[in-house]
T-cell receptor, first 112, second 114 residues
Framework: DAKTTQPNSMESNEEEPVHLPCNHS???????IHWYRQLPSQGPEYVIHGLTSNVNNRMASLAIAEDRKSSTLILHRATLRDAAVYYC?????????????FGTGTRLKVLA | AAGVIQSPRHLIKEKRETATLKCYPI?????VYWYQQGPGQDPQFLIS???????DKGSIPDRFSAQQFSDYHSELNMSSLELGDSALYFC?????????????FGPGTRLTVL
């Protein structure tokens, strides 16, 4: 399974943009890049996903490097409610299913 | 919008007892995944079902079994419970398989084994 590498933790001030990096140098051509976040004692929540092009939705933006070996999740204005563990996951077809292999994720702390 | 439903939300069992966790996927989602998240750990994939057939198996102990029923709900059966089974168990569902279809996670069942 392709692996991702993320910083263990990051801090941001409220109302400022946050850039969460993810390295995935072994990504295959058919792997999608998914981002999830998990608030304490809650199930992971979908944030955004992409394949090659940058993507925007109401929650965030996803910037994907041209060689696809890295990506960055961008929260345009961090709020206290964005404090969570953010997971970058590669999703491809492995062993009969499109399961998620979670890495260690980045714990985002938002300072008021 | 309908979400994934898991029951019970909390469960306390003694060692060597059995437990059954239930998952009701979002309507028209035919794929169900089970994950286990120990204290301070990241979610670990256990098992998945597609159209009522097991599609993949991860780090699921032999003491655990699961199935998906005709109405697409799924049950995770856990026997001979051990202290180390204490964890949050998440169920997720998705539309027909594809790498672009996101999984929708339920709120989880917190299992405590005493």
């Amino acid at each position: 399974d392709a692996k991702t590498t993320q910083p263990n933790s990051m801090e941001s001030n409220e109302e400022e943009p946050v850039h969460l990096p993810c390295n995935h140098s072994t990504i295959s051509g058919t792997d999608y890049i998914h981002w999830y976040r998990q608030l304490p004692s809650q199930g992971p929540e979908y944030v955004i996903h992409g394949l090659t092009s940058n993507v925007n939705n109401r929650m965030a933006s996803l910037a994907i490097a041209e060689d696809r070996k890295s990506s960055t999740l961008i929260l345009h204005r961090a709020t206290l409610r964005d404090a969570a563990v953010y997971y970058c996951i590669l999703r491809g077809f492995t062993s009969g299913t499109y399961k998620y292999i979670f890495g260690t994720g980045t714990r985002l702390k938002v300072l008021a | 919008a309908a979400g994934v439903i898991q029951s019970p939300r909390h469960l306390i069992k003694e060692k060597r007892e059995t437990a059954t966790l239930k998952c009701y996927p979002i309507p028209r989602h035919d794929t169900v995944y089970w994950y286990q998240q120990g204290p301070g750990q990241d979610p670990q994939f256990l098992i998945s079902f597609y159209e009522k057939m097991q599609s993949d198996k991860g780090s699921i102990p032999d003491r655990f079994s699961a199935q998906q029923f005709s109405d697409y709900h799924s049950e995770l059966n856990m026997s001979s419970l051990e202290l180390g089974d204490s964890a949050l168990y998440f169920c997720a569902s998705s539309q027909p398989q594809g790498p672009y279809n996101e999984q929708f996670f339920g709120p989880g069942t917190r299992l405590t084994v005493l």
